[in-house]
């Protein structure tokens, strides 16, 4: 039936949880791209068939026409799935940087194809100007802040990290009293939880 | 219109309506009957709703009431229809039914989605708060999205008013990273 497989593909988005990014699945998009060049072919073949029998395309209301209608809205419907799969990755991929932050760790890299990945970097830099321009950065205290400082445990190992003035050993399990904005990154990356006591 | 982006309406759209075609088309392969790619008139096909709504406006079809709508599924509705299988029927059955309801000539459709949808609400935000876990995943398989959309949220509700009265981390890894090292919830 028309339109299967590009349902086949809206469907793949909403049967990821919520917020999840699935592998781009551009092996069916490019098959759905093929079916709507198919449909526009048959359209432009039943067009043609109208007018050598010498009628009126605007007018005519044969078996042709309705056949011409059925492909016409076939390759609407088509249209309307890979834009909606697009669009909804893009709007996935957008809330990635408030969430994740610029640097994208590499098990959620490899499910963005090419122009996606290059759509994530444009936005980030596109943020990155608008923040210095600002001279704020838009990106940390996302959730209110209580208190400037939190206490925080290292679930993986980070390294040395330079912070402020001094440079701070993140080995893994040991806790810091850190500057919440310095925290917030590595938490929402998850190599880092917060304690409350 | 909804949304031209909306996921679940495009999926609602993709369910299947009998229709009989009033005028003849040629050269499209929709009719899995017909030797050749044409359609005759008087011809039965089932057809994707997207479709079906398209070439009705155009006079072209005359829609049937969907299977899902029939007689026995009104019958177990009015037996009870907290344990009827929805989601088998439909898994978009109450936004199918408000599409569906407008177009063929059957007024009781409307009463049904919504005679439904009052009782079955109740036993879905009770089940939401009291069930055992392995329990209420057999009561899942039978909702409809809607219906789970509901008890998710009545569930997450909960669960945030629980976590606001008891205090904890209210910062968390993005929830985007998956689930793979949330451990002591």
Known sequence: MYGRKACQLVKELASAEKG?????????????????????????SLIRKIQEEGLDV?????????????HHL??????RCLVAYVYNRAEIIRSLIWKVGPVLPPEIQEKLNHTEEDYFKKLSTALQAYMSRLDLDLTVDMVPPKDPYIQVRVLDDIGVVLSDDKTTNFARHSMHFLKRT?????????LMEELTG | MANYYDIDDIITQEEFVSVIFQKAAGGVG???????????????????FWLAHELQLRQAVSMNVP??????????????SACVDLRSRS???????????????????GPLLLSAFKSRYKEVLTKAHTAAYPAASKHLTILTKEETHLYEAAQ????????????GPRFQRASILGRKRKSNE
């Open chain 2, 156 to 167: 997450s509700s909960m669960a945030a008013f629980k976590k606001w009265r008891m205090g």
């Open chain 1, 58 to 70: 605007q007018t005519t209301r044969n078996a042709d026409h309705y056949g011409a209608l059925i």
């Open chain 1, 20 to 44: 999840q990014l699935t592998p781009c699945n551009s092996d069916l998009f490019d098959q759905v791209a093929a079916e709507c060049s198919q449909h526009h072919l048959e359209l432009q």
């Open chain 2, 91 to 109: 898994p978009y059955f109450y936004e199918f039914g408000c599409k569906i309801a407008p177009l063929v000539a059957d007024r009781t459709i």
């Open chain 1, 74 to 79: 076939s390759l609407v419907r088509n249209k």
């Open chain 2, 67 to 80: 299977a899902c709508f029939n007689q026995k599924t009104r019958l177990e509705i009015q037996a009870d």
């Open chain 2, 30 to 48: 929709i009719d899995p009957s017909s030797e050749t790619d044409s359609v005759e008139v008087g011809s039965k096909v089932e057809l994707p």
């Open chain 1, 182 to 190: 310095d925290a917030e990154q590595f938490i929402s990356r998850g």
